[in-house]
Structure formats: structure tokens, C-alpha cells
């Protein structure tokens, strides 16, 4: 049996889900690179995480940087290469499909599906995809969300990118079995972090679709961050899911399980069109 590596690679670690995971990995023994994409941010989460994060300065849209990292995670691992990749780097961008331009759409498959992609794809070899790997093969967890399975309205852009992440994450799973790195998609509910505090709305004010949207968003961001999962509660699940000896395919770190996720899947899609319907 060969060693496990401690080295854990995760993306957009300086905020919500992906700095959250690198806390719970930290104080679990492992040390954590954390992509950030401003040099202030690098510096803030190494303070507060300590000698066990290492940030990468790096956009996942950006392939040379991209590869430079590679160099430098290759470099730092002294040969044992890569634990774990946490794709966990992603975008929100909401808005009515007819009032949304496709390059807006499109930036949001770039950083979630492309960005992605081209992380997974760079630093295959340190998780295992070599010969003579020195190291047990890695694992690999795809941030999704329940949106990758339930597609509410203005969210076309954000559910597409993570209906699309999750079926390149099953076709991966199969692919890599080859090497014996393992694929799990995580899929998250509603998590207090700062996401539903970035972005705006405003710019559809006026339009034919601005008082549904007020009245949308004005019931779900307020329940979201009331009712929202705490992140330390998320980070302990992932952690969980990253060392679990056999883990399943995906999971869904959802709070009330049941009623928000469970029975939602049940539903005939006609119920969840009305559903939705009474709230825009």
C-alpha cells in the first residue's frame, strides 16, 4: 500500500464553502493549498488559517496561471503529490434568461465548468495519473449544489453551469476509475457564506421582469440566510466525505433533508412549476 498524501489542492479558498474546507482540513492534519485571486486575500487567509495553507495566486479561467501552480504545488509536495482536489470555485449570475447576454451566460460556464476542467485536467498527474505514482491516487470533489438537480427560475445561467458540472463529474468517475482516483459530486443547499451578499438585481429594475423578481428573491435570500446551513457544519461534512474509506457517488449537505431536497426530486415537475409560479 502506498502512502497517503497529506497535500490537498482547493479552489477559491479565500471565502464561503472553499475557506471553509481548508479550516476543517487544517485542523484535521492536512495541508492545504488554497487558490485566491488577489494578493491581499493570500495573505489575510494565511494568517488566519496558519503555517498550514498555502495559497496559490491563480484564476481558474487563466490556463497559464494555471499551470504555474502545477509547477509550484509539484515543487512544494517534494514528490508525493496531491491527496485531494476540491473544485469548489464558482460564480452566481442570476437574471432572466431573455434580459441575461450570452457572454454573461458564458463567463458563468467558464468559471464553473471550463475553470473546472482545466484545474482537473492540469494537475491529474499529481493526483495519480502517472506511472509510478509515488503516493496513493487521489480523490476528487466536485463542489455542486442542489441546483444541480432542481433548476429554479432566474437561475438558468447557475443551475445549467451545475447540471453541466455534474455530468462531466460522472463521466470523469468513470474515466479516472483507470487510475484509482475517486470522483464524488457535493452538492450543497442553501450555506450561510457570503455569497448572498454578493451581486446585484438592480439592474433589472424597470424591466418587465423586475417586480417578480423582487418578489422571488424577496422571499428566498431572506430565508436563505436565516434558515441556511452554518458553514462550520458544511466544512465538517466535507471533511467527513473526504476521508470516508468508501464513499458514495454524491451527496447533498442539505439542511431539512427531507422537505428540501428529498421531496422536491418526488415531485411530478408540474407541482414544482406551480410552486414556483406562486412565489414570482
Same mark, same amino acid.
Given at each position: 500500500m502506498?502512502?497517503?498524501?497529506?497535500?490537498?489542492?482547493i479552489?477559491g479558498?479565500s @471565502?464561503?464553502i472553499?475557506?471553509?474546507?481548508a479550516?476543517?482540513?487544517i485542523r484535521?492534519?492536512?495541508?492545504?493549498f488554497?487558490s485566491v485571486?488577489k494578493?491581499?486575500?493570500?495573505?489575510?487567509?494565511?494568517?488566519?488559517?496558519?503555517?498550514?495553507?498555502?495559497?496559490?495566486?491563480?484564476d481558474?479561467?487563466?490556463?497559464?496561471?494555471?499551470?504555474?501552480?502545477?509547477?509550484?504545488?509539484?515543487d512544494?509536495?517534494?514528490?508525493?503529490g496531491?491527496?485531494?482536489l476540491i473544485?469548489?470555485?464558482?460564480?452566481s449570475v442570476?437574471?432572466p434568461?431573455?434580459?441575461?447576454?450570452v457572454?454573461q451566460?458564458a463567463h458563468?460556464?467558464?468559471?464553473?465548468?471550463?475553470?473546472?476542467?482545466r484545474v482537473t485536467?492540469?494537475?491529474?498527474?499529481l493526483l495519480?495519473a502517472?506511472?509510478?505514482?509515488?503516493?496513493?491516487p487521489?480523490?476528487?470533489?466536485?463542489?455542486?449544489s442542489?441546483a444541480?438537480?432542481l433548476?429554479?427560475p432566474?437561475?438558468?445561467?447557475?443551475?445549467g453551469?451545475?447540471h453541466?458540472l455534474e455530468?462531466i463529474?460522472?463521466?470523469?468517475?468513470l474515466?479516472?476509475?483507470r487510475?484509482?482516483? @475517486?470522483?464524488?459530486i457535493?452538492g450543497?443547499?442553501?450555506?450561510q @457564506?457570503?455569497?448572498?451578499d454578493?451581486?446585484?438585481?438592480?439592474?433589472f !429594475?424597470? @424591466?418587465a421582469?423586475?417586480?417578480?423578481?423582487a418578489?422571488f428573491f424577496?422571499?428566498?435570500?431572506?430565508r436563505?440566510?436565516?434558515?441556511g446551513m452554518p458553514?462550520?457544519?458544511?466544512s465538517?461534512?466535507i471533511? !467527513?466525505?473526504?476521508?470516508?474509506?468508501k464513499?458514495?457517488?454524491?451527496y447533498?449537505i442539505v439542511r431539512?433533508k427531507?422537505?428540501?431536497?428529498t421531496?422536491?426530486?418526488?415531485?411530478?415537475q408540474?407541482a414544482? !412549476?406551480?410552486?414556483?409560479?406562486?412565489?414570482?
Amino acid at each position: 500500500m502506498k502512502p497517503k498524501s497529506k497535500f490537498v489542492l482547493i479552489t477559491g479558498a479565500s @471565502t464561503g464553502i472553499g475557506y471553509g474546507a481548508a479550516k476543517e482540513l487544517i485542523r484535521r492534519g492536512y495541508t492545504v493549498f488554497g487558490s485566491v485571486r488577489k494578493k491581499e486575500d493570500a495573505d489575510r487567509v494565511q494568517s488566519e488559517l496558519g503555517a498550514g495553507f498555502l495559497p496559490l495566486l491563480f484564476d481558474v479561467t487563466d490556463a497559464a496561471a494555471v499551470d504555474r501552480a502545477v509547477a509550484e504545488v509539484h515543487d512544494r509536495c517534494s514528490g508525493r503529490g496531491l491527496g485531494g482536489l476540491i473544485n469548489n470555485s464558482g460564480i452566481s449570475v442570476l437574471g432572466p434568461v431573455e434580459l441575461l447576454s450570452v457572454e454573461q451566460i458564458a463567463h458563468n460556464f467558464e468559471v464553473n465548468v471550463f475553470g473546472l476542467l482545466r484545474v482537473t485536467k492540469a494537475f491529474l498527474p499529481l493526483l495519480g495519473a502517472q506511472e509510478d505514482h509515488p503516493s496513493a491516487p487521489g480523490r476528487i470533489l466536485n463542489i455542486s449544489s442542489v441546483a444541480g438537480k432542481l433548476a429554479g427560475p432566474y437561475m438558468a445561467s447557475y443551475a445549467g453551469a451545475k447540471h453541466a458540472l455534474e455530468g462531466i463529474s460522472h463521466a470523469m468517475r468513470l474515466e479516472f476509475m483507470r487510475y484509482g482516483i @475517486t470522483v464524488i459530486i457535493v452538492g450543497p443547499g442553501v450555506i450561510q @457564506t457570503p455569497i448572498w451578499d454578493k451581486g446585484s438585481l438592480e439592474r433589472f !429594475d424597470g @424591466t418587465a421582469y423586475s417586480d417578480s423578481l423582487a418578489r422571488f428573491f424577496g422571499k428566498v435570500l431572506p430565508r436563505a440566510k436565516k434558515v441556511g446551513m452554518p458553514l462550520g457544519e458544511c466544512s465538517r461534512q466535507i471533511g !467527513d466525505i473526504f476521508e470516508t474509506p468508501k464513499p458514495q457517488i454524491r451527496y447533498a449537505i442539505v439542511r431539512n433533508k427531507f422537505f428540501s431536497w428529498t421531496l422536491p426530486l418526488l415531485l411530478p415537475q408540474r407541482a414544482l !412549476d406551480n410552486y414556483f409560479k406562486k412565489m414570482m
